[in-house]
């Protein structure tokens, strides 16, 4: 093995985006792209914490089969919050608005994206959906389950599901602005040279996810609006005492929400693709690949939605259709960890903290991926759909690989984004932590949903004390 | 510490041994490259630790005979997965002909059951070992499941819609079965306990508890007629309605020539939606009936016309006579 030459200067420059300019003003107005990543990453920040309290306060409630903390009811809230401020708040924004937002021009040599000022728009649409949700969360609170499924949240919920679903109709914009923003940027504004194959994988992570973000938005937010109208005007869209179908909301808002999995989970891909090459020091293994996988789940994922329907009394043929390309849509993630794993070979690999969160990465996402295929399967999904191995599965793909995947991103791009150095040793000691902290949580959960452990329970029965 | 946790519940039905072999198939597959991957990642993390500040890995850039090789195998054995799911999936959702039919209703948040004999039952679910038994499953108000653990079943109960789940016990016992979907405040609690029972006994308890049951063919003919539906429905087809007689499990034609099986969905939907699906020759004079019979009084109106299945002289009072032999 060779040696790099060690030229790289230390020296930072005397004004940069962090010092031109001071005063609120100059932060709440601004259209660098830079500065609105950290508008962003201060705001999804805000939404983890609300979030997580939400899960602290049900893994306490949980910790007696008859529940130890709250109310059914309460309970209820509990879990629909979490997931609310979980997935439309930190999720599917974090790492594309806060990282994607600060690296995408850099990475492709332009000055900034492509609409500065819409930029700037998203991040207020952000705010003003954020504000309605947590105007819900605070006058009622929410219980109909993240999913909002009909009529249960159309006629039958006492919570404050209408500003909840205002807020998550606004907030939508906030994401397909983001895309279009993307997509343009990459498109028109890639620097001479820096043609499509050369496109560092983070790029091509982002290019894919904004595909959804512009397709997949529109879709969940007419249904929720449509779930809304028939709550606030009694139309008959869902209701079947109206004349509607309970299981068309199903439908659209599966279309959008199998899509918003990967809008979660490929920017992270992205990361995990930059941070890998980087501490093996060697070129990543099958960069093409990598790429056109992106891609390919983004595309797939689009006709995958009816797999979380197979008990609802779909067709057998819809279900056999969706269960086969369930499976299709696993092997270009299957691709990934494979390219990944080979780019270790023969490196020159360091442990420094963005490398172990990657590879707490591949470890979670590899069993996170894998038991896709248990509940892919028609035969087995009869028995696991709805139970704990369904929230095994998707926390192992959202927080072993989302979470993972965006604070690993974090602390590879800290010193860049701040000019300063974390310390080294707390923070592979805190990801040590939660990658083990992580599978004593949700390994057992696998367990539990085999066993036939429903989910959304606020109790259980005394048997299964011990794995919960 | 002995662990008294269990890695499957009980296997009680028919399907229960395919679903835990196909569980283990997978789990063997997938156990496999999660701990070659595994191991790989741990190997190179080890054997490739940088030595010296200044080294650098080999750049390999890639290798299209390898990428070829991790697109086909586990395409593959996705493949294979995907074919032992299917097979399950098409017997569990193709009930066979002759089964024991059980109504059931969910509202929230209880389960009301109803033998065939009229019995009914809340959150218990008495069923014969060795038979094949099928829910006729409807909602009152939001979606719920019932799922049974054991028998590694369930399914959705939708509002507006019939769904029927079947299943054959195996062995004798007591079971949970759960609420699966969630459906408000009190979900958690939404559920009870299936009885697994031999069939003499079944029999016994079945005629032992049944003191005060109302037939459900009883409810329904007395609803027909109070609803005044044989004012319509002639059993010799005469009326303004089409003959029920013999209705149930054949193929019906419809005005615009298509043909539809009159099973127990096609009939809640004639009588909830009258002129979504019109018999031939006949015309759309059926007035709705939606919102005016709870989910109950619809099965025992189903039940009812099912009777005339095999019926052909039906009870006094009813104003039927015997006419369309089968």
Redesign the interface.
Known sequence: ????P?AVGNELPKEHYLNATYGLRSWLLTTDHKRIALLYLASVTFFFFIGGAFATMIRIHLLAPEGYLVT??TY?KLFTMHGVAMIFFFLIPSIPAVLGNFLIPLMIGAKDLAFPKINLLSWYIYLIGGCFVLYSFSTGGL?T?W?F?T??SS???NSAVTPAVIGIFINGFSSILTGLNFIVTVHTMRAPGMTWFRLPLFVWAHYATSLIFVLGTPVIAITLLLAGLERMFHLGFFN??L?G???LFQHLFWFYSHPAVYIMILPAMGVISEIIPTF????I?????IAASSIAIAVIGFFVWAHHM????ES?YA??TF??LS??V??PS??K???W??T????????DTPMLYA?GF??LF??GG??G??L????????I???YFVVAHFHYIMVGGAVMGYVGGLHFWWPKITGRMYPEAMARIAAIILFVGFNLTFFPQF?LG???M????????PEFQ??M | MQSQIPLYPEQASNIAPNVDALMAYITAVCLFFAVAITAAIVLFFFKYHRKKSGEIGVPIHGDSRLEALWLVVPAVLALTMFAGGAVIYVQFRRPPPDTLDIYVIGKQWMWKLQQPNGLKEINELHVPAGLDVKLIMASEDVIHDFAVPAFRTKMDVVPGHYNTLWFRPTKTGRYRFFCSQYCGTNHAIMGGWVTVMEPPEYAAWLTGSSTNATDPVVSGEKLFAERTCSTCHYPDGKGRGPSLNGLYGKKVVLSDGSTVTADEAYIRESILNPNAKIVAKYQALMPSFQGQLSEEQLLNLISYVKSLQTQSVSEAGSGFAAAGKK
């Open positions: 093995m060779s040696s790099i060690s059914p009811e209820n219980d389950g999913t499924y009529p249960l006629v039958y919920s079947p005492a004349g179908d309970p299981i093996a020091r060697k070129p293994f099958g960069y093409s690949f197979f008990l609802t009394g057998s279900a056999l269960s086969l499976y299709l696993a092997i299957a691709v960890v494979f390219n794993t080979s270790l070979y023969k490196g020159s690999i360091s442990y590879l591949i470890g590899l069993i894998l038991t295929l248990f892919a399967c028609l035969g087995l999904d009869i028995h759909h709805d139970t367990i085999y066993l036939g429903p989910r959304r329970y606020h109790s259980y029965p011990v794995l």
